[in-house]
Structures are given as C-alpha cells and as structure tokens.
C-alpha cells in the first residue's frame, strides 16, 4: 500500500513531466521548426557571389550551399533575397528567416550578436583603387581620403576599429547596396578614392571594371559564415550545417563550388577564329550533314545552327560543364525532358532539342523585333533567360532607347550586373555581358561559315576572311529565318 501511494504521485508527477516535455516540444528548436514547417527560409543577398538567376533558374554560392542544407534536410528551399546587409540583420532580428547565408564576414560584434556557423570561404579584405592615381600601399595612406564601403560591412566595422585604434583622418561613406558593383563604379568614375571590398566579390566584377586594381589586403584573413538568428535553441540546426560544411570539405565539393562561382569560369568561350578554323576542318565534316538536315527541319540556316553548336559545346557531343549542362547544345536535364529530349549526348537528339528550344523563344518575344534583331534577341535569351533580356529592354526603353532593337539592348544587357540597374528590375542580378558576347561570338562564327560557303563557289579574294564579311549577304540570308 505506502509503496503504491507512493507511486501514485509520481506516475503523476512523471506524467506532468512528459506533458511538458511534449509541450515543449511542440515549440522545439529551431531543427525541428524547419522540419515542422517543411521548409528551410535563408535570408541572402541578391548578387553575383550569392544568389541570382541565370537561364537555367536559381544559382549562386550561397544558393548553391542552402540547397544542399535543404536536402539534407529533407525540406523544401525558400530563399528571402535582400538588397542590402542591415536588410538581412534586421531580418535574423525578427526571428523572420532560419539562418542568413549572404556572403557574411565573421566579425567581433556579429559574433556578440548572432550564434552562427563554421566558416566555409576564406578570403582577405582589399583596398581597391584605380589605374593612373596614386596607389596607396598601407594604412596611413587611407587617411584623408574619401573611401567607400557598404553600410553596415564588414569593412564599416574595421574601419572604426581602426579609428578608434588611433588611426585619425579615416573618413568613410557607407553606400546602401546589395553587392560592390555602386562601389566600384564610384571608384572608377572618381567619385571615390577607395572602395574596400571581398576578394571574391572584387574578383567577380573586376572585368566590369578593367581599371580597377587591388592596392593591398587590408589585415588578415576573414572568413564567411552563415549567422542564425539571436533568439531561439539553434544549437542541433548549427550542428547539422557544421556537419554538411564538413562533408562537403572532405568531399572536395566545397573546393568544386568554390572554382564554380567564384573561379573564372564564364560559360562563355573567347576561342579565337584561329582555333574556329581548325575546328570547321577537323571536328565540322563529321557533323555537316546532320546539322544541316535538322537546320532544315527547323527552317533555319545550318550556318546558324552549326555556330551556336560550336559556341555551346565546340561540337562535342558529350560536352558536359560543371553545372551538369550536356550535350552538343548544352541543355539542362529539365530544359532536354520538356523537349521530348531523351538523349542529351545523341547529337542529332540534342540539335533538335536546341532548334526547337530557339523556335520557341523566337515565338514568344514581342511580335515588334524583326529578323534579324528577333534571331539575335532568341539566342541572348537562350544565354541569359527571357525574364533577363525583358529587364534589359523595359531600362532601354527607360533610358530613350528602341527595346526592340538589338543594338540598343545589347548596350543595357551589361548594366544588369550592376546593382543601382538591377535593384529596380524584375528578375535581379545578371551577368549581362554574357548573353553580348555569346552573340557576338555566334554571328562571328556564323559569318565565317557562310563565307566559307560561298568562297566554296567562288574564287577568294585577297584579303583576310576575318575583315571580309559581307554586311550585304549577312542581312539578306538572315531574313530567310
Ligand atoms: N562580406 C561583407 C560583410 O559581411 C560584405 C561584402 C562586402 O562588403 O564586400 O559585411
């Protein structure tokens, strides 16, 4: 009997434990929020070293990253785009997202504030200056002049820890912006002295900005991590990221997606017409005819077909790139199975899927473009992605010029990697300057071939192929398409 009163009142008393374990539980931590919600929401930055769209959709490092959580996690991604750094802190703030992946530095005073991963990218800090003025090569030189930095960075907080280390006349402004492109320019149209900025964001955009030159690292190392918000148990959620940084490390995929977004790789080939020539003699006599049989089917010109063909995959059919883009056409898996594509690496299969690809953008844009700006607007498409080229036409037209001529949207296409442009546009960030010279490319390959054509039936003339392509013949042949 006194046993059983005795336990009575704790079976009671185990129960009431349980239940507000249980109950505790409902509310749980942040690992089993995510589950519980069935996604994962990442607060990021809109810009070329994080997330923006290319043509096959989605990409970015960070994207790339927070995807991988989200599998791992066995829930669906939702990425929250910010346009600028205190954005996404006031974000984390709220509780409004699950963790900021952003291309965030490692820094005392977000330490203090938010628990936060371990570190996946290393890169230094630098003093970006331009060509032709004086290069400042250690701190007392940034004294007494006019720096830019983006508000709420990294490089604001080492700026006043330099101040406040006795480092007086150190004058900065801090630019609202998601990425260093409005820095950059300011530096390079001398409304700056110096812009401090990432490596890696430095390293991107650099091609941007030819005249920019790195004056020197400033400090250390830092590194990028991902921060979760302040409030909240995120300790097993940190765990689990730590865990897939780890994996990745050892793996050698976090080096791949390192090279991926951040190395030099552009997608686009500058292959010179030397090598061009060599290929039409070694590599095109094994894929002519195919390539003009299909090129008829789709009632284009095989010299266009067989350009694109070679600017997207140098005509190897098992072409492959690191994004698992394949085939003589380069298509995405989705893009080839919406194509009735089976076959990526069957040529024949392949230049189908992309002729028929083209045909159908060419008949979605605006029924205003003409051939041949309408042929050269359906390949930038192909490039960039149709949201892409619109964003370029509406801030044409927004800036006096004709949306539906090639000449003028080519000239706006680059301005979408820049972020005042891309701010204020639909789709974001884009590398704009891509889809320019993947047509520059084709119509130069496209020349050389019908010229090659009809040099086949008549004599050559004296003069070098590459300066010898007629205008006259160029236009005519290409309103046939
Ligand atoms: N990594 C920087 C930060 O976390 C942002 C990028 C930059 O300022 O270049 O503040």
Not at 3 to 28: D, E, N, S, V, Y
Request: charged share 25%; hydrophobic share 35%.
């Amino acid at each position: 009997m006194r046993i059983k009163a005795i336990q009575a009142p704790l079976a009671t008393a185990a129960a009431l434990f349980l239940l507000l374990l249980l109950g505790g539980c409902q509310q749980g931590d942040s690992l089993d929020q995510v589950r519980a919600e069935g996604e994962l929401r990442v607060v990021t930055r809109n810009s070329p070293t994080t997330y923006y769209q290319d043509r096959n959709g989605p990409t970015g490092f960070e994207y790339a990253l927070a995807s991988l959580l989200a599998r791992d996690l066995g829930v669906e991604l939702r990425i929250e785009p910010e346009f600028s750094l205190d954005a996404i802190f006031r974000k984390l703030r709220r509780s409004e997202a699950h963790l900021a992946a952003a291309g965030l530095t490692l820094t005392a005073q977000r330490m203090n504030e938010f628990p936060h991963s371990q570190p996946y990218y290393q890169f230094s800090p630098q003093v970006i200056y331009v060509a032709g003025t004086a290069r400042p090569r250690e701190l007392a030189d940034l004294t007494d002049k006019d720096i830019v930095v983006l508000a709420g960075s990294s490089h604001a907080e080492s700026l006043y820890a330099l101040q406040q280390g006795g480092l007086d006349n150190l004058a900065w402004r801090e630019v609202e912006e998601p990425d260093s492109t409005g820095l950059l320019e300011m530096v390079a149209t001398r409304q700056a002295h110096f812009a401090l900025t990432d490596s890696n964001e430095f390293e991107v955009q650099q091609g941007l900005y030819p005249r920019l030159r790195v004056a020197f690292d400033l400090g250390d190392e830092q590194q990028l991590v991902w921060f979760l918000p302040p409030d909240g148990d995120n300790h097993r959620l940190i765990q689990r990221i730590n865990a897939l940084f780890s994996r990745l490390e050892d793996s050698g995929e976090m080096k791949k997606l390192r090279e991926l977004h951040f190395g030099h790789a552009t997608g686009v080939s500058r292959m010179g017409s030397h090598t061009f020539s060599r290929n039409v003699n070694s590599k095109l006599p094994r894929f002519r005819e195919l390539i003009r049989q299909v090129a008829s089917e789709y009632q284009m010109d095989w010299e266009l077909l067989a350009a694109i063909s070679y600017q997207e995959s140098h005509w190897n059919p098992l072409a492959t790139s690191p994004t698992g883009v394949r085939g003589m056409m380069m298509l995405t898996l989705p893009t080839a199975r919406e194509l009735g594509v089976e076959n990526r690496l069957d040529p024949g299969q392949s230049l189908r899927g992309g002729a028929r690809y083209l045909k159908n953008i060419k008949r979605r844009l605006p029924s205003d473009i003409t051939d041949p700006d309408l042929t050269w607007f359906a390949m930038a498409a192909y490039n960039v992605g149709m949201g892409h080229l619109e964003d370029a036409r509406v801030i044409t037209q927004r800036q006096g010029g004709d949306p539906d001529l090639w000449a003028d949207v080519k000239k706006r296409l680059p301005l979408l990697q820049q972020s005042k442009y891309y701010q204020n546009t639909r789709y974001g960030y884009a590398r704009g300057s891509e889809p320019v010279t993947y047509v520059q490319n084709i119509r130069h390959y496209y020349n050389v071939l019908q010229w090659e054509g009809i040099s086949q039936n008549k004599p050559r003339p004296p003069v070098n192929t590459d300066d010898y392509l007629p205008t006259a013949i160029r236009s005519s042949r290409l309103s046939a398409l």
